[in-house]
């Protein structure tokens, strides 16, 4: 038998928990089913990794979109401070951006990936890539046998830390999931979560486009569910941007009993920005319409707010009647689109659903029947909005793991 910790993904979670297990003086053996560690951690935040929130605990569980209870001692006791202290140790300067965004001063995630591999091989963390753990069975005496379908492994404490379904291609394809159903521990459904939305109206001819400080709601049933203002973008199929990206978390019920709509001139109330158009308007009376507004929105959009509004591009400016300019008003500030589905799963930020947070103990990460066992990262059943929090939710789980395992391991 081997003493050490068992590790099996090495992604945020699983490097991270690696990193801890060893500095707390356990063994560690990490198996990566990919030739090179963190290959989705690498790409984060667009490739500059935002590695947490400059949060308190609290207001990172208020960001945690499901199952916050469950990450109350994660929270606590790998606080969002915690692990901004953490990768500084590790020798990546940290800077807090817009909405207390965390990232590496250079920009890249790659550093962060780099120094976590770097730590592991301080810490004599045993890796080995190319090994895809396809089972884990428990053993009378307490241990546990891993294959890849060649080989076994037997190890006292197991931590699962595989990732979602997600972004395949990065080696998160599910596999945590398959483990754990095998051992008879209760996954819950998988659905994409911070995901892009397909619309019913047709977004191609405004693909490419962002639009900054605007408020984006959802409304269900005649309930606003979500409104935020910020940043969102259109796709060739639909709408996209972190504003969409975190709206679709609030969107779990049939899609079609959504509508959505965006408010263009959020920080103007209807009675100013009616008054700024008669100026506009009265200013601008011989320039066609289009021409007369085209300070009032990025030039894409001006054709299709005409049109939604029942305005003609030919029509002058001065040829506008109150109510065609009261219809432009309500297009400005609920400029509507019909979700149809999501984008699908595989494109996601995240996966929601997983091991079923009931088999696991909060405090330890362990599963409740199989003491020695561990889930940690995206594969729990827990999921935030974007702003570093999913990262967070990883490195505290990989932790609480880590330092529960050791424990184990250590005196066994
Ligand atoms: C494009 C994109 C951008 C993102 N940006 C951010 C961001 O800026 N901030 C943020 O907080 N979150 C971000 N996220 C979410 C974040 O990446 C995840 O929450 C995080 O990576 C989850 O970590 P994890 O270790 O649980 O899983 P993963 O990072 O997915 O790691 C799982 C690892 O396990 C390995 N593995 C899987 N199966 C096996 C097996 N059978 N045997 C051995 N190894 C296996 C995989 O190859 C992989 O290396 C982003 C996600 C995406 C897709």
Redo the contacts with the bound molecule.
């Keep these: 038998m081997n003493d050490s910790i068992a590790i ?9 928990a690696a990193v801890k297990a060893a500095w707390s003086g356990a063994s560690v053996t990490l ?4 030739d090179k ?5 690498g ?4 490739g ?5 929130n400059d949060c308190s605990p609290k207001e990172f569980l208020a960001c945690v979109t499901k199952n916050d209870k469950f990450l109350y001692s994660a929270a606590f006791r790998h606080t969002p401070a915690d692990i901004y202290a953490f990768f500084e140790t590790l020798g990546v300067p940290l800077k807090t951006e817009r909405g207390g ?1 965390v990232f590496p001063v250079s920009d890249r ?1 790659g550093d962060v990936v780099f120094a976590l591999r770097r730590a592991m091989q301080d810490a004599g963390v045993k890796v080995l890539t190319g ?4 089972s884990v069975k428990p053993c009378d005496d307490g241990t546990f046998i891993l294959s ?1 379908g060649r080989e076994s492994f037997v190890h006292p404490a197991v931590i699962v ?4 379904v ?2 395949p291609l ?7 999931y398959a ?1 754990a159903e095998k051992l008879g521990i209760r996954v819950t459904d998988r659905i994409p979560s ?1 995901i892009p939305i397909v619309t019913a109206e047709d977004t191609s001819s405004l693909a490419g486009l962002t639009l900054k400080n605007v408020t984006f709601s959802v409304i269900r049933g005649g309930k606003t569910v979500f409104s935020e203002m910020g940043e969102m973008l259109f796709t060739h199929s639909g709408l996209s941007g972190p504003l969409v990206l975190s709206a679709s978390c609030h969107m779990r019920e049939d899609i079609s009993t959504y509508s959505m709509e965006i408010d263009l001139k959020p920080a103007i109330p209807d009675g100013e920005l009616d008054e700024r158009l008669i100026k506009i308007l009265t200013e601008n009376a011989a320039k066609d319409f289009i021409n007369a507004t085209s300070r009032l929105l990025p030039q894409k959009l001006l054709p299709l707010a005409a049109e939604r509004a029942g305005i003609s591009e030919r029509i002058k400016a001065g040829e506008v009647t109150r109510e065609m300019r009261h219809r432009y008003l309500h297009v400005l500030k609920h400029f509507s689109y019909t979700p149809t589905e999501f984008r699908p799963i595989d494109e ?3 996966t929601s659903g997983g091991i079923d947070v009931k088999e696991i103990d909060p405090r330890t990460m362990e599963v409740k029947k199989l003491p020695g066992l561990y889930f ?4 729990l059943d827990v ?2 909005y ?9 490195f505290s789980t ?1 932790f609480l793991a880590a330092e529960a395992a050791a424990e184990r391991v250590m005196g066994y």
């Design positions: 099996i993904g090495g992604g945020a979670a699983g490097m991270a198996y990566e089913r990919q560690l963190g290959r989705k951690l790409i984060t935040g667009k500059r990794c935002n590695v947490t965004r995630a090994r895809r753990i396809r890849d830390a595989t990732g979602g997600s972004y990065t080696g998160s394809t599910g596999d945590g483990i911070l996601a930020i995240i940690a990262g995206e594969v999921d935030a974007t702003g570093g929090y999913n990262l967070q939710i990883a990989g």
